[in-house]
């Protein structure tokens, strides 16, 4: 398995509160991902990083920032957490070969996040 | 955009029967294609990765086949068992460090 941690894996919280979720890495690769799982929407991407201090935004960023000071570590904060962003957040890594269509997005474990 | 659409949703079949999971994309342009497992409550495992210059993958008692002109991948379970009970979701890339997007998945259940 791909060495992908996330921290918490569980949390709860009330709305309007500040959120930080970690994804830590021990592969070195250079791009890592935010996902997140909902029943009818299946993943969807929220922010990725390309780099140390290189992100950019995914399809459902509003409400989402990151930071990247290090290569192993991305995090995702909620600025103020509301309901609606009550998910699974999956946190993925991939080294881009661009050489050949091999590149394979391996996965965190996910953290489960409920806001009140 | 690309939609990526897994039919059906949920599957039931009985042990020692072959299983077969469709997903289909609509932009052919794609990268590669990879499929997953993700167990209840679990994160996400890399089943089979196909490149978008080939046409199947194989690995143990799984193989995948990819027609990128009609926008079709199928992966095939042989011999299914209890433990293969989980969800598969399929998922394309559109070129090298870009997001995947995912289809919403199968659910299977084998039963004993």
């Known amino acids: 398995d791909a060495g992908i941690t996330q921290s918490p894996r569980h949390k709860v919280t009330e709305t309007g509160t500040p959120v930080t979720l970690r994804c830590h890495q021990t592969?070195?690769?250079?791009?890592m991902y935010w996902y997140r799982q909902d029943p009818g929407h299946g993943l969807r991407l929220i922010h990725y990083?390309?780099?140390?201090?290189?992100?950019d935004k995914g399809e459902v960023s509003d409400g989402y920032s990151v930071s990247r000071s290090k290569t192993e570590d991305f995090l995702l904060t909620l600025e103020s957490a509301t309901s609606s962003q009550t998910s699974v957040y999956f946190c993925?890594?991939?080294?881009?070969?661009?050489?050949?269509?091999?590149?394979?997005?391996?996965f965190g474990p996910g953290t489960r996040l409920l806001v009140l | 955009k690309q939609e990526v659409t897994q039919i059906p949703a949920a599957l039931s079949v009985p042990e020692g029967e072959n299983l077969v999971l469709n997903c289909s994309f609509t932009?052919?342009?794609?990268?590669?294609l990879q499929w997953f497992r993700q167990d209840p409550g679990k994160g996400l495992t890399s089943l089979l990765l196909?490149?978008?210059?080939?046409r199947e993958q194989t690995s143990g008692r799984l193989n995948a086949s990819l027609d990128k002109s009609s926008g079709r991948s199928t992966l095939y379970i042989a011999a299914s068992q209890p433990g293969d009970s989980a969800t598969y979701l399929c998922?394309?890339?559109?070129?090298?460090?870009?997001?995947?997007?995912f289809g919403g998945g199968t659910r299977v259940l084998v039963k004993p």
């Open positions: 993925a890594i991939s080294e881009p070969t661009w050489t050949s269509s091999q590149e394979t997005q391996y």
């Open positions: 990083s390309y780099g140390v201090k290189d992100t």
């Open positions: 196909i490149q978008s210059s080939q």
């Open positions: 998922a394309v890339i559109k070129a090298a460090g870009n997001k995947l997007t």
């Open positions: 592969e070195n690769h250079r791009y």
């Open positions: 932009d052919s342009a794609i990268y590669n």
